[in-house]
């Protein structure tokens, strides 16, 4: 895969996790306003979204994606 691939991979599964967790969130949680429901999710998305890294070897440079898991 290309680098802009990969870049546009990772942004699909960002908000994707978002999304998931923004609902779990909501659903669980009635009482809390939309900001802080946005910075809960927003920290723990960026915890659990795939990260880019670049990794130099002999024969080429090449990135992938590092997740938590």
Do not use: H
Not at 7 to 22: D, E, N, P, T, Y
């Amino acid at each position: 895969m290309s680098k802009t691939q990969l870049q546009i991979l990772s942004k699909v599964i960002f908000a994707i996790i978002f999304a998931i967790i923004w609902f779990v969130i909501n659903y669980l949680f009635d009482d809390l306003n939309t900001g802080k429901i946005a910075a809960i999710t927003g920290a723990i998305t960026y915890v659990l979204s795939p990260k880019m890294k670049k990794i130099d070897s002999q024969s080429a440079e090449s990135i992938q994606m590092k997740w938590i898991f």
